[in-house]
């Protein structure tokens, strides 16, 4: 048995013999509206046992956030509310206690890691001084002692060089520091319980392994209960002992994680399970290499000149994406994997010239010139779909003027062909013509996605290129989307260029997948064979880190592959110049 499955053994007995810590009971939720009361969860009940770890899982809007936030009493007041119910912790109704003694509570007996650290954390104050604030506003101590267990609590959370942390801004951390930065503050008054809302939603896979390592050993060693809120069916079946699920505000399904996985009782629960992308499903890609690429890039190199000192001399370069080579063929899908800061939405850039670069990029056979009038050509044979819809949508402009801007600024067709042209595209990714004159508040996170793609297609684009353009949606939402660029490739025989981080995603739809790190390729072939048969040691790596859906499955150790990956340069047979660069924060190579 690996250490993995006896901590998760030992918690789930401990969990069983243990007292209840947390009690909710009937608990009702509503906002008031112009249209009157609207409720939001509605009879909510659960027990949470000390050293249990309890996953509540559904899709946005099922009420999960709601609940973890009305048990820490941050409701947003006045408008959203508890409308009936009880949360009983020690023996109190939290429901019911004034502000004061929730704040004596909120931090110290309860705590709570957020799904976003960079908001979570203070950006004007060091590490230290945060930390420290809210110890002693918990318990009267000297700022020394107070420190003392700051640091502490950072060497609890695994962090490297903590005194050095201690003393720096949150700019200067890596997501994945920040999110143990947030745990090591949840931590640091060691609480009875701890509330995880999505704490690794925007995290890379491997940063992700090691959020999810840490605080399984944190609840296995502190003896604390964990609520575990997700949308993520891979990371409730690692950690989880118990799921609650929840659909529109009421709860579904309730039942021990193998018990659910083996044999979900609700259509809603195995409709979620049977949309989670698995992996072990590679295939050989049917595209023809023979024939001349679409997009061909030959020693493709990114670099950033890093300023500083009173003459504003350039001190370091960034070299975020170093000579690599790839092709992309007509019809087809390619996949660019790694963690932040290897390159993979640079290259993106770069091709759409968004930033300056080096070497040879060719569309069909011609080379990309940098001139406005080459540009504007470029934009119209290659479109971008984001991460985040709601970020790349104005929202003072309707939907319908969302979907024309193409058309006017290239000065194609008239006001009525352009009308036309944007309700044939909403009505393609399934949208109707009525939607055109509302704004993009109105629409859902996976209509907004679906917006960005109609307009994408606007121009009739040779390459659609997709950086991170599922990552952010729920499970059966993403399964639709992907659902939706499978058919359209098929229909316009369009090309993708599909930047992420999941790698159950990636396995399912890609053809060809390339693998970066440290801004180079280390890895490139089929689906099939890069995920049956990785050759690199960070391959392997990411794919051992990624959450399956399967909670019988052997979890990797937290350090596996970590010694072949502790000499990138060699682990990659590169030349020996490269030996001049050194990695910083999240995989940028800098020259000194």
């Not at 509540?56 to 959203?80: D, F, N």
């Not at 700022?143 to 942390?165: C, I, S």
């Not at 024309?404 to 600024?409: D, H, K, Q």
């Not at 390729?521 to 890069?530: D, T």
Request: proline share 6%; aromatic share 4%.
């Amino acid at each position: 048995m690996s250490m993995s499955d006896k901590i998760n053994s030992a918690a789930s007995v401990a969990a069983d013999e243990q007292p209840t810590v947390l009690s909710v009971q009937q608990l009702d939720i509503s906002v008031r509206t112009e249209a009157g009361i609207v409720p939001l969860v509605q009879s909510l009940s659960f027990d949470l046992k000390r050293g249990e770890t309890l996953a509540i899982a559904g899709e946005s809007g099922s009420g999960k956030s709601l609940t973890s936030l009305a048990i820490m009493g941050l409701l947003p007041p006045p408008a959203v509310h508890v409308a009936g119910g009880e949360i009983i912790f020690d023996g109190s109704d939290l429901t019911k206690l004034p502000e004061t003694k929730m704040q004596r509570l909120r931090g110290d007996r309860i705590a709570m890691i957020f799904q976003e650290p960079m908001t979570a954390l203070n950006p004007v104050m060091r590490i230290g001084d945060q930390l420290t604030e809210a110890i002693r506003a918990h318990e009267p101590m000297s700022g020394r002692a107070a420190r003392t267990r700051a640091l502490e609590a950072m060497k609890a959370v695994r962090l490297t060089e903590p005194e050095r942390r201690l003393k720096q801004y949150p700019h200067e951390l890596s997501g994945g520091m920040r999110q143990r930065v947030v745990i090591a503050m949840a931590i640091a008054l060691r609480p009875d319980v701890m509330i995880a809302d999505e704490p690794t939603t925007a995290l890379d896979v491997t940063v992700q392994r090691e959020v999810l390592d840490l605080l399984r050993i944190l609840t296995a060693e502190m003896g604390m209960a964990l609520i575990l809120i997700t949308h993520d069916m891979g990371v409730v079946a690692e950690m989880a002992d118990r799921v609650l699920v929840m659909q529109k505000g009421q709860l579904v399904e309730e039942a021990e994680v193998r018990t659910l996985f083996a044999a979900p009782q609700m259509p809603y629960t195995q409709q979620l399970l049977s949309s989670v992308p698995r992996m072990g499903q590679g295939r050989e890609s049917a595209v023809d290499t023979s024939v001349q690429p679409l997009i061909s890039a030959r020693d493709l190199q990114v670099t950033y000149d890093l300023r500083g000192g009173i003459l504003d001399r350039v001190q370091a370069r960034v070299h975020a994406v170093e000579k690599i080579n790839f092709d992309i063929f007509p019809g087809e899908t390619f996949a660019v994997v790694g963690e932040s800061g290897c390159g993979k939405s640079t290259v993106a850039r770069a091709l759409t010239g968004l930033v300056p670069h080096e070497g040879v990029i060719k569309l069909e056979g011609q080379p990309i010139l940098r001139d406005r009038a080459s540009q504007l050509a470029n934009t119209r044979a290659m479109q971008m779909v984001f991460q985040d819809p709601m970020a790349a949508l104005n929202g003072r402009m309707t939907v319908g003027d969302l979907v024309r801007e193409p058309l006017v600024i290239h000065d194609i067709g008239t006001p009525q062909s352009r009308t036309n042209r944007a309700i044939e595209l909403f009505e393609r990714v399934g949208l109707g013509a009525e939607a055109l004159d509302r704004y993009p508040h109105e629409f859902s996170g996976g209509q907004r996605q679906r917006i960005c793609i109609a307009r994408a297609l606007a121009l009739n684009p040779k390459l659609i290129i997709a950086d991170e353009s599922v990552s952010a949606l729920d499970v059966s939402v993403q399964a639709t989307v992907l659902e939706l660029l499978q058919e359209l490739k098929a229909e316009l025989g369009m090309s993708y260029l599909f930047i992420s981080h999941d790698m159950a995603v990636v396995e399912n739809f890609a053809d060809r997948v390339a693998v970066m790190y440290l801004g180079q390729i280390v890895e490139l072939g089929s689906s099939a064979q890069v995920f049956g048969n990785p050759q690199h040691p960070y391959t392997r790596k990411l794919i051992a880190a990624a959450p399956f859906p399967d909670p019988d499955r052997a979890l990797p150790p937290p350090e596996e592959h970590e010694d072949e990956l502790r000499s990138p340069i060699i682990a990659m047979g590169q030349s020996p110049e490269l030996l001049k660069y050194r990695s910083m924060g999240e995989g940028h190579l800098v020259a000194f």
